[in-house]
């Protein structure tokens, strides 16, 4: 064997070896993390306003204080740089019977929060999770608790644990202190847990990912010098190989990157008419009534127009009863709303392909006005509605 082929040999088994190298060093979608986005959150929030700061926290029975259903709302912008800007509105109640301001409350009364916050991610300084968002933050507020105003500077700390890109857990505690004390305010804590949204993402690499990323760059490089020194034995027929290769990888990529942008591009057009469709709001009846109002045409108006802008969108619109009445009449009655509706789109040029209804009669009440229950016709009014899902896009 010649030095030459002795030579070629080696150089083949290293540019082996450094490829199988590669293949198995890969960045995953467990190296990006979320740098930046807009967040939503829904949830419940527990107040303590017994009045002894930081003793008994864990005295639920005597000193927290909660509703049976979500009362908290919460918008956010999060930054690259770890800083987020989010706004706040809370609602509660004061338990009879509860610790409230160092005294047995006696009476139920309101609890109402607006407030402001800056908060930083610390996962900027213990590393990317992807997974687990610990974050401590600081605010200023306006309260109205056991029928006093104040002003308040707050303090939190919680963190965000999440299921996915989109969809995670948000737990965390603050602390509230009464700027002006002059009218007997007093200070607090107010815990909250909630389901939150993003949107609006843009992701990087986290730091193993940059680490990953920094290796395969380091062997593609080396691999790179030895194929050069292959090709200086061998130029004609090694580089032809290469860049046969190295032009179908670039086509992968770029066939990869076009897909995805229209994978993107398409789930985005349906985020934003989901929404659209979300804002518009419901179509209202009159008590046993199907006839469409002048405000529910205007709905559906312009709900017309969404899918004149999205033509190859599908929809299902659902129609309900409240309570009242027989469920035999109420279904016949939700079978005439959706019908109702439906004629209204398909007067307006909407394809009847598009669409598909069904009416529900009253078993989607959307609040406890059940048969058993009194309620005002202001509540009762919610649930004679039409409403619309987006189907398919």
Not at 115 to 141: C, E, H, M
Request: glycine letters at 8%; charged letters at 25%; aromatic letters at 8%.
């Amino acid at each position: 064997m010649t030095k030459i082929t002795q030579r070629l040999c080696v150089l083949a088994c290293l540019i082996l070896g450094q490829a199988f190298s590669q293949e198995t060093l890969q960045l995953t979608k467990k190296d990006s993390v979320v740098q930046s986005s807009w967040m939503i959150g829904l949830g419940y929030n527990i107040v303590d306003d017994s009045g002894d700061v930081f003793d008994e926290l864990l005295a639920v029975d005597s000193q927290w204080n909660v509703l049976p259903y979500p009362a908290r709302i919460s918008i956010g912008r999060y930054f690259k740089s770890g800083l987020g800007l989010e706004a706040i509105g809370s609602y509660n109640k004061y338990k009879v019977g509860n610790m409230i301001d160092g005294r047995i409350n006696t009476e139920e009364t309101n609890y109402l929060s607006v407030d402001a916050r800056l908060s930083y991610d610390l996962n900027k300084l213990i590393g990317q999770t992807g997974w687990f968002d610990p974050y401590v933050g600081v605010g200023l507020g306006y309260t109205d608790a056991n029928s006093i105003s104040r002003s308040t500077y707050n303090a939190v700390v919680g963190f965000r644990t999440w299921f996915s890109d989109r969809w995670g857990l948000d737990l965390n505690s603050s602390g509230k202190w009464a700027i002006d004390k002059g009218d007997g305010a007093t200070n607090h804590l107010q815990h909250a847990a909630g389901v939150v949204y993003q949107f609006g993402i843009e992701k990087g690499l986290s730091k193993k990912g940059k680490e990953k990323w920094a290796q395969i760059e380091a062997m593609e490089k080396e691999q790179q010098r030895v194929q050069d020194s292959l090709a200086a034995a061998n130029r004609a027929k090694e580089e032809a190989a290469l860049a046969e290769r190295l032009a179908k990888e670039r086509e992968q990529a770029r066939l990869a990157a076009a897909e995805k942008a229209r994978i993107d591009a398409e789930n985005e057009r349906r985020s934003q008419l989901e929404r659209s469709i979300e804002e518009l709001g419901h179509v209202y009846f009159a008590l046993n009534s199907s006839v469409l109002t002048k405000k529910s045409k205007q709905v559906l108006d312009s709900l017309t127009v969404l899918l004149r802008n999205a033509p190859t969108a599908e929809l299902k619109v659902s129609s309900h009863t409240d309570s009242r009445g027989a469920s035999k009449y109420n279904k016949w009655l939700s079978d005439r709303r959706v019908q109702r509706t439906i004629d209204y789109l398909l007067d307006k040029g909407i394809v009847p392909g598009r669409l598909t209804s069904e009416g529900r009669g009253e078993t989607d009440l959307l609040n406890e006005c059940d048969d058993n229950t009194y309620c005002p016709e202001e509540k009762h009014r919610k649930n004679r509605r039409s409403e619309f899902a987006l189907t398919k896009m």
